[in-house]
């Protein structure tokens, strides 16, 4: 939700912060997440996360506020990750990619007395894809970042962990893997969740 607003044009993310008040998680994970949306790689790799902050920072696309919440940990976590392997070895790089697109309603159910009530309707479907790599190979790859925290049974359980996340976030990478598939005529060869907290690309 906080994303959701942060992306508005009626509200700013910075607006939802008290600069008296501990920041959240979520708030926490936003933040960093809105240096993944606009970090210059280049300038990571030659000058590091916090001079890319200050830069974000000195250009207006993070204020001071929540420049002092970016998780640097995570960041760096980022940064020595396969999913950063892939990034750099790119042959292109869209982030925050947006889309809107009709989809069939019938496509959201399953019940096939709903599907017959629904007939030819259509439903406008849009969204924002974290990170679409397209490799050397010509291959797609969808990643979306996400702050979910992994509980200590997830951490020790991979399956468990697996699963969780394919329940959370299924429907929403189903509807990502559409829209790559009609507007790039390819499916993504792989789906990621990279996870903030783990530090790590999962493959869905």
Same mark, same amino acid.
């Not at 506020?65 to 790089?93: P, T």
């Not at 925050?96 to 159910?109: C, I, P, R, V, Y």
């Given at each position: 939700?906080?994303?959701?607003?942060?992306?508005? %044009?009626?509200?700013?993310?910075?607006?939802?912060?008290?600069?008296?008040?501990? @920041?959240? %998680?979520?708030?926490?994970?936003?933040? =960093?997440?809105?240096?993944?949306?606009?970090? /210059?790689?280049?300038?990571?790799?030659?000058?590091?996360?916090? $001079?890319?902050?200050?830069?974000?920072?000195?250009?207006?696309?993070?204020?001071?506020?929540?420049?002092?919440?970016?998780?640097? /940990?995570?960041?760096?976590?980022?940064?020595?990750?396969?999913?950063?392997?892939?990034?750099?070895? $790119?042959?292109?790089?869209?982030?925050?990619?947006?889309?809107?697109?009709?989809?069939? $309603?019938? &496509?959201?159910?399953?019940?096939?007395?709903?599907? &017959?009530?629904?007939?030819?309707?259509?439903?406008?479907?849009?969204?924002?894809?974290?990170?679409?790599?397209?490799?050397? &190979?010509? /291959?797609?790859?969808?990643?979306?970042?996400?702050?979910?925290?992994? =509980?200590?049974?997830?951490?020790?359980?991979?399956?468990?962990?697996?699963?969780?996340?394919?329940?959370?976030?299924?429907?929403?990478?189903?509807?990502?893997?559409?829209?790559?598939?009609?507007?790039?005529?390819? =499916? @993504?060869?792989?789906?990621?969740?990279?996870?903030? @907290?783990?530090?790590? $690309?999962?493959?869905?």
């Amino acid at each position: 939700h906080r994303i959701e607003l942060m992306r508005s %044009a009626t509200a700013s993310f910075d607006s939802l912060l008290d600069v008296n008040k501990k @920041p959240t %998680a979520a708030e926490i994970g936003t933040a =960093t997440h809105l240096f993944l949306q606009y970090c /210059d790689y280049q300038n990571v790799e030659k000058n590091g996360v916090e $001079a890319e902050i200050s830069r974000l920072r000195e250009m207006r696309f993070i204020t001071e506020r929540v420049a002092s919440i970016i998780n640097r /940990d995570q960041l760096s976590g980022f940064f020595k990750s396969s999913m950063y392997a892939h990034v750099l070895s $790119a042959k292109n790089v869209l982030r925050e990619f947006k889309f809107g697109l009709f989809k069939s $309603a019938s &496509d959201f159910t399953q019940n096939e007395t709903l599907k &017959d009530l629904v007939g030819d309707k259509k439903i406008f479907v849009q969204g924002s894809i974290d990170l679409l790599i397209e490799t050397a &190979d010509g /291959d797609i790859l969808l990643c979306d970042y996400k702050t979910d925290r992994i =509980t200590h049974e997830e951490m020790r359980d991979r399956a468990l962990l697996i699963r969780n996340m394919r329940e959370r976030h299924g429907e929403q990478l189903e509807q990502y893997k559409y829209a790559v598939n009609q507007i790039f005529g390819k =499916t @993504p060869k792989s789906i990621y969740i990279y996870s903030l @907290p783990l530090g790590e $690309a999962i493959e869905m």
